[in-house]
């Protein structure tokens, strides 16, 4: 049966959207009364993006989506799947899915199996796993799936605030692709939590229990990263008790940047209580201390966090450093979170070092779902480095975003709160900062129904 799988299947395209607006942490802490460094040093954050009124998880979507299809000259027929991710919810019964259909309505083709998939930042994740299901089932017809993840990350006035972010994803997924997904290496934990969560539909603030959420976030690592390993190393008997020497790279859903960099301690702990006495001494010497340690009493132990930090320094600096760009220029946005570490590992350095890598992905979303799993870079040079070479606007509009001042930042979260499902509505953003191509919130009539337009694209369909 394995034979008549369609081969390497994985992502084939991959499309990046954030905000034309950031804040900057340093200034955001001055602001707010907060200590020197607390957002900048203490959470790994130095800018945040965010949406004004303008902009809705639909607009994010219609944006993303139009990209990719553009930048990578994909007919709007060759789409047989699309599913989003997402936990910004505008309609409780209306899929954003729904409103992507817009974009097809020309092309004639309705013939387009997916939804809406929503587990906080888990959804985008979903959304992909199903592109990939449906890939490699009896119901794909030949056609490219989509996997779209996108939200906007907002929290009240707080300690909170300076965890947001907002953005969006969009991946091409089919055979015969750049980044392929490695079959039979997925390791998921999906348990029952209350560490993150949205009950008031009326408001886009989610009710985070900060503690607890962090401590649900590693307990996830350790389980899908142990997982992991034996069915890795089932698979691969003659790379066994190897560890994170079998990622050549690593990625993790970013909250922010600082959780990732204690998350490769916590991996590096997981492979010390997983070794041999020999191995303890060859790789671990000096942290003997901790042989009786256990994973559920070392959550806050930070005599384990500070020895594992410096134990693993090396292993974060070159295998997930370069991920966290756009989570420290952005901040956190909840389900393409993960996915932007994979841009930003892309763009990192010469497409031509990741050629034949296995790269390791934790995705997490809160209450709680969470899976680890692997992709392997194509050994086609030429190939990748054109799959590589069609994010080179990343960078430039990153560094053409317009900064905007706290005291108008914080104005302008206001008019969301006050305006939160408003109707009928006229939003009063800027137009003029949004860049190129860029789909925005036109209104919002009396019946809640929401109309947009896009701002003029530039040449050749490069935003």
């Not at 799988?5 to 994985?10: D, F, I």
């Not at 300076?162 to 997924?173: E, Y």
């Not at 992709?375 to 990153?398: G, S």
Request: aromatic fraction near 10%.
């Amino acid at each position: 049966m394995s034979s008549r799988w369609p081969e390497n299947v994985g992502i084939r395209a991959i499309e990046v959207l954030f905000p034309a607006q950031y804040v900057d942490q340093a200034e955001l802490e001055q602001f707010d009364g907060a200590s020197a460094g607390k957002y900048t040093i203490g959470l790994g954050q130095a800018k945040m993006g965010f949406c004004s009124d303008r902009e809705d998880v639909n607009s994010l979507c219609l944006t993303v989506v139009s990209r990719l299809l553009e930048r990578h000259h994909i007919k709007h027929t060759e789409i047989g799947r699309l599913e989003v991710g997402t936990e910004t919810i505008v309609d409780k019964s209306k899929s954003v899915k729904s409103v992507l259909m817009q974009l097809f309505a020309e092309s004639g083709n309705t013939d387009i199996e997916g939804i809406d998939t929503t587990n906080a930042c888990y959804g985008g994740t979903a959304a992909l796993f199903n592109a990939l299901n449906w890939i490699e089932s009896s119901s794909w017809d030949g056609r490219y799936a989509l996997a779209v993840c996108a939200d906007i990350a907002v929290y009240a006035k707080g300690a909170a605030r300076p965890t947001g972010g907002a953005g969006a994803i969009a991946m091409l997924v089919g055979p015969q692709a750049a980044l392929i997904f490695e079959r039979g290496l997925r390791a998921t934990h999906m348990e029952h939590a209350y560490d993150f969560y949205k009950p008031d539909l009326s408001s886009e603030y989610p009710t985070v229990d900060g503690k607890l959420s962090i401590q649900c976030y590693l307990s996830a690592l350790d389980i899908c990263y142990r997982l992991y390993r034996k069915k890795f190393e089932k698979q691969h008997p003659e790379q066994s008790q190897r560890g994170l020497q079998n990622f050549d790279a690593i990625l993790f859903h970013t909250p922010f940047c600082k959780l990732v960099q204690k998350s490769v301690g916590r991996l590096s702990f997981n492979d010390f209580l997983l070794s041999s006495e020999q191995q303890r001494l060859e790789h671990f010497a000096g942290l003997e201390r901790f042989n009786s340690a256990t994973l559920e009493s070392t959550y806050f132990d930070r005599d384990v966090e500070k020895a594992f930090l410096a134990q693993s320094a090396e292993v974060f600096a070159s295998k997930t450093k370069k991920s966290l760009l756009l989570a420290n220029q952005v901040g956190n946005m909840y389900t393409p979170s993960v996915y932007s570490g994979l841009v930003s590992l892309l763009i990192g350095g010469p497409a031509a070092d990741l050629v034949g890598k296995r790269i390791g992905v934790f995705s997490y979303g809160s209450g709680l779902a969470a899976s680890m799993y692997s992709i392997k870079v194509t050994q086609d040079v030429t190939a990748f480095e054109k799959f590589v070479a069609k994010l080179d606007y990343v960078l430039p509009l990153l560094n053409a975003r317009e900064k905007i001042a706290p005291e108008q930042f914080s104005a302008l979260m206001e008019v969301r709160e006050r305006n939160n499902h408003a109707a009928p509505y006229t939003p009063t953003g800027s137009i003029s900062a949004l860049s190129p191509g860029t789909y925005y919130l036109k209104d919002v009539d009396a019946l809640h129904r929401r109309s947009y337009d896009r701002t003029p694209t530039i040449t050749n369909g490069v935003h």
